[in-house]
DNA sequence: CTGAAAGCGCTTACAG
DNA sequence: CTGAAAGCGCTTACAG
């Protein structure tokens, strides 16, 4: 219809530059009154470009996953790539490598559990970029999850707290996950450092859910010697914390204190102080990252995002009462 | 390797029946061997199958959508099916149309606002499916919104309540979206039939979100004539009511009745009286009944699920000395 | 049951 | 600046 080879087409229409301006008018022309869309796999399969990046989370539901895909989906977007998402639950989505062949790159929102796996996400091939945890060889956007626990638990310690608990993420699932581990060594270097015994019955799995939160708070509550502070890995599971508290017939803060962690779009009404962590703009950066190593062939790169504390109104002093 | 042609390599891959057994088999050992995955690309080119579905939605931070998102991925993968995530906040994807020709289906969990873009949506030529409405052509999954919002109205009636209000998810936004107006025309339904004069002051815009959700409880607690009940077409405004009565020094249910709509995760936490519906379910129904008619051929249908009225302890008869 | 061959719809050196 | 042609890696009638 443009009088012209289709290898020109291609040309004028992924706006290379040596195509003479009239021919592409022409082009662009005929395009759109036939409604013209080239057909991505015939272009991947003669490029051996996708324009897609994988993406695996092992949660859509839970904020800070959500806000992250959020980022990501923004920046592949305006970049005019397609984003592919496996929600990979247990772990074992890699021993399917579904995503080979068929993306530019993979973001993992968290890392199998096993380390032969990490092998085969290396020998995908493709780049690769994570969340939360800085592995050789890939993309990586962090914050420093323990100095951030740190933070939260001297913000405890200041206040007078001395029999301080913690909730933490699931550790126990199949899937590997760094920030509850990091979060839970700054905890211990927090308590060490001010010279506070560690209690091992103080640390509850919360299961990363606010019904775990619920249950584990309950579990510290029927402890001989009560904790007076809670640090509790997420702003999901303290909200459950919050709950069983209200429950128990205790206040928050004036018996108990509780400190969260991400700054959930609900922590203010619960006004719970939390550690705020920038859950959108780690996942923009990290696509940013991944999208210059696939375009320009740039070097991978961790960078590493700041946290806040965000005093509300969930902790205060402990009783004056306490340990009688 | 397994010295057979290409052809038959396809077949044996692909479990067709016309190929021996021993033949199979030797193909899949070099396959093995060899950590061989075929090219998307080049299959699909070849097949004109994608094995992929797109999904678009105007939000994923919203406890409604992700879980929608997450019974769709689920039923995908199990299916094979990649699911390709567009995340269209202004409902002006349709424009660049990016799946076309890259997807064997399209599912929406919302409509753009203006007919012509439905007509595009139709002409990409592959089933579509939509959520929470139902279109002529389309794949679909409901709930009965209007009977829904009259059951929760309902509720607050029988309770005694004359002075209702309603915040509304967003309708302003360019996003056009079925369930808002069909919640409202449940509640404008209920007063109607009870015999209750409908007063525009008192249906307020929650624009979708906590925050709005206290904007518009604000608005209403400063009506000269304050309502007794508000209904809240969903759960996250009905949060952000719930903080602004508190804030204001009220109490709920004792001086005004909250009701929600969705069942949110955090419903029980707030021990919100709410409308469930079951959005994974949502999800994962769409995403079969697309299957069934990508694979199968099967027909458009249209499935409407149910909900139900969760009674917790947000809603109370009105105080006896209302309206003096 | 298997192979040879065409073809899917692009992109990309290579000439000119 | 443009065209002819090869080739990307599969799938699928068509023979046999």
């Known amino acids: 219809m443009a009088k012209v080879s289709s290898g020109t087409v291609s040309r004028a229409l992924r706006g290379l530059p040596n195509v003479s301006e009239k021919t592409r008018a022409r082009v662009l022309a005929a395009s759109q009154a036939l409604n013209y869309i080239v057909s991505p796999s015939a272009s991947s399969l003669a490029s051996g470009r996708m324009s897609t990046v994988g993406v695996i989370t092992p949660f859509i539901s839970r904020w800070f996953f959500a806000e992250v895909l959020n980022g990501i989906e923004q920046e592949l977007q305006s970049a005019g790539f397609d984003l592919v998402l496996y929600i990979d639950t247990d772990g074992k989505l890699f021993e399917k490598l579904p995503m080979r062949r068929r993306v530019d790159a993979v973001l993992l929102l968290t890392l199998p559990s096993d380390v032969p796996d990490v092998e085969d996400v290396i020998n995908l091939g493709v780049p690769v970029g994570s969340l939360g945890v800085d592995i050789p060889g890939f993309s990586s956007v962090t914050i420093d999850d323990v100095a951030s626990a740190e933070m939260a638990v001297n913000h405890l310690i200041g206040m007078g707290h001395r029999s301080i608990a913690m909730v933490t993420l699931d550790k126990e699932s199949s899937i590997s996950f760094q920030p509850p581990l990091d979060r839970g060594a700054g905890y211990r270097k927090a308590l060490t450092n001010a010279g506070i015994e560690l209690r091992p019955e103080l640390e509850v799995n919360g299961r990363s859910t606010v019904e775990g939160g619920e249950l584990a708070a309950a579990q510290l509550l029927s402890l001989p010697s009560r904790p007076t502070a809670i640090f509790v890995q997420s702003d999901e599971m303290a909200m459950g914390v919050l709950h069983t508290i209200r429950r128990a017939g205790l206040r ?26 920038p859950a959108f703009q780690q996942g923009a950066l990290l696509a940013r990252q991944i999208l210059a190593r696939v375009l320009h062939g740039d070097p991978a790169t961790t960078t590493e995002l700041p946290t806040q504390l965000i005093i509300r109104g969930t902790t205060a002093p402990p009783p004056t009462h306490q340990l009688r």
């Open 252 to 277: 928050c803060p004036e018996d108990i204190s509780v400190i969260g962690f991400d700054d959930h779009q609900l922590a203010r009404v619960f006004d719970l102080t939390t550690v705020a962590q």
